[in-house]
């Protein structure tokens, strides 16, 4: 009796259309899926949060995006960066998509800690050195004695000229310890125009720091010195002077105004 032969080619043809299949099915899906991102997706509302110095709508402006945008193609960096680039005193900005037609923009804003002169005025700087405004008196900063501003611009990096360069790094470093701790608000004046030292005017006080070394040391170890002073009796409340810093190694010499 004769074997009958096996058709596999129909099976194979089968196979191969099944194969299609899938693949025609799952490009529709993912047409679909992009089609309903685009089509649905769209920017109804913004919410901005964590702004003080700025409205609501500054910041939405500054973003660039309008009601309508696409929401999933929106580039965050782009976005940040618009903002920063715009609005001196934001320091950070985060983006999230709140599905299905809401974006939250939340920013944190700089605080002007300093002023420093320029050729142009006095300019409001922030503790990292990033030049935020001009000086018009009516905010209460430390003031930098013995530096520069060159070339000054809303939302630059202050620079000053190369033989302050140093100085500025010293300078940037102990606003930000001081304000680290507490201490910037009742400080007035930094002056850094000696060649050895600085002295930061705190209150009722002088305090006389060395030029470099660990500034967030320094601070701790005035305020220590005041609170150890004080709660002993050595120093008289409200009596000023000098704390200096410079003498003893990891020790603070109070110096009274007679």
């Known amino acids: 009796m004769a074997r009958q032969r096996k058709h596999s080619r129909p099976s194979r043809r089968r196979g191969r259309f099944g194969g299609l299949y899938k693949v025609l099915s799952a490009l ?13 997706f769209r920017v109804n509302a913004v919410e901005v949060t964590g702004n003080v110095r700025y409205t609501v709508q500054e910041v939405v402006d500054a973003s660039g995006v309008k009601t309508g945008d696409n929401l999933i193609t929106l580039s965050r960096s782009r976005i940040s960066t618009s903002i920063r680039a ?3 005193y934001v320091e950070s900005v985060s983006i999230h998509r709140a599905y299905p037609d809401k974006l939250v923009i939340r920013v944190t804003e700089r605080v002007a800690s300093a002023s420093v002169d320029s050729a142009e005025g006095r300019w409001l700087i922030s503790s990292q ?9 009516s905010v209460k900063t430390v003031q930098i004695i013995g530096l520069t501003a060159v070339s000054p611009y809303a939302g630059g990096t202050l620079q000053t000229a ?59 170890l005035t ?15 409200g009596q000023s002077g000098l704390l200096d810093l410079t003498v003893v190694e990891n020790k603070a010499r109070f110096i009274p105004d007679h």
């Open 28 to 40: 529709l899906i993912a047409g679909a899926v992009v089609v309903a991102c685009v089509v649905f």
């Open 86 to 88: 715009q609005l001196p």
């Open 129 to 137: 050195g990033k030049l935020l405004e001009k000086d018009n008196g």
């Open 162 to 220: 190369e033989d302050e360069q140093i100085t500025l790094d010293y300078v940037k470093q102990l606003l930000s310890a001081a304000e680290t701790h507490g201490m910037l608000e009742q400080c007035t004046q930094l002056d850094c125009s000696a060649a050895t030292s600085m002295t930061l005017y705190y209150g009722i006080y002088r305090i006389k720091m060395p030029r470099g070394g660990d500034y967030d040391y320094h601070v701790r």
């Open 223 to 237: 305020l220590k010195a005041l609170e150890e002073g004080l709660s002993s009796g050595k120093m008289q409340q």
